[in-house]
């Protein structure tokens, strides 16, 4: 268990609705990230939150969006879903600059599939 | 931007060693990271690799050259537990080290 908490496990939608994903992080750590997984892809990079704030910026489509709230967990939202979208989504969480190892700790993800 | 290579996968038996290369071309460097994957599950840190060198830890090393763009994850004393797919990723130089670039992973089977 990494400690990082990721909900719903499993999400299966239609084209064109807009989906929630929420992430809590360790306890402790400050930065979220989120990153894609899919079969076609691999694992991308999507975003970075550093204790509410955005810091880092990847392959994401404008039609996706992230928060960080006060309490420091994350909010992915998907909206205008496409086919292509289908995916898993995980969370990861680290201490400030990745500690001395540079370790990300992954939630479990969540898969989303888009009929 | 970065580019990472690795095979898509590799096969051994039980009790032997196994290597899994990764290459990379980047255009900033900030340190080679390996994970592991079980399918179906969440990836989970193995080693990271900054300097050039060998690092050690336990059955698991990892090896860097960073003039040759080059890595390896060196597996001992392979487990039937150890069957899952190795991603190698890079951060960039300037960067948080949790922006990574990950290769698309190296299925290892191990057989009995």
């Known amino acids: 268990d990494s400690g990082v908490t990721q909900t719903p496990k499993h999400l299966i939608t239609a084209t064109g609705q807009r989906v929630t994903l929420r992430c809590s992080p360790r306890s402790g750590d400050l930065s979220v990230y989120w990153y894609q997984q899919s079969l076609d892809q691999g694992l991308q990079f999507l975003i970075q939150y550093y204790n509410g704030e955005e810091r880092a910026k990847g392959n994401i489509l404008e039609r996706f969006s992230a928060q960080q709230f006060p309490d420091l967990h994350s909010e992915l939202n998907l909206s205008s879903l496409e086919l292509g979208d289908s995916a898993l989504y995980f969370c990861a969480s680290s201490v400030e600059g990745g500690g001395l190892t540079g370790e990300l700790f992954f939630g479990e993800g969540s898969r989303l599939t888009v009929l | ?112």
């Open chain 2, 1 to 112: 931007g970065q580019s990472l290579e690795q095979p898509s996968e590799v096969t051994a038996v039980e009790g032997a060693i196994v290597q899994i290369n990764c290459t990379y071309q980047t255009s900033g460097f900030n340190g080679l990271f390996w994970y592991q994957q079980h399918a179906g599950e969440a990836p989970t840190f193995l080693s990271y690799n900054v300097l050039d060198g060998l690092e050690e830890k336990g059955r698991f090393s990892s090896f860097l050259s960073r003039s040759k763009g080059y890595s390896y994850l060196l597996l001992k004393e392979l487990q039937m537990k150890d069957s899952a797919s190795y991603l190698c990723a890079a951060a960039d130089r300037g960067s948080t080290l949790g922006r990574l670039y990950f290769g698309r992973g190296t299925q290892l089977t191990v057989w009995p």
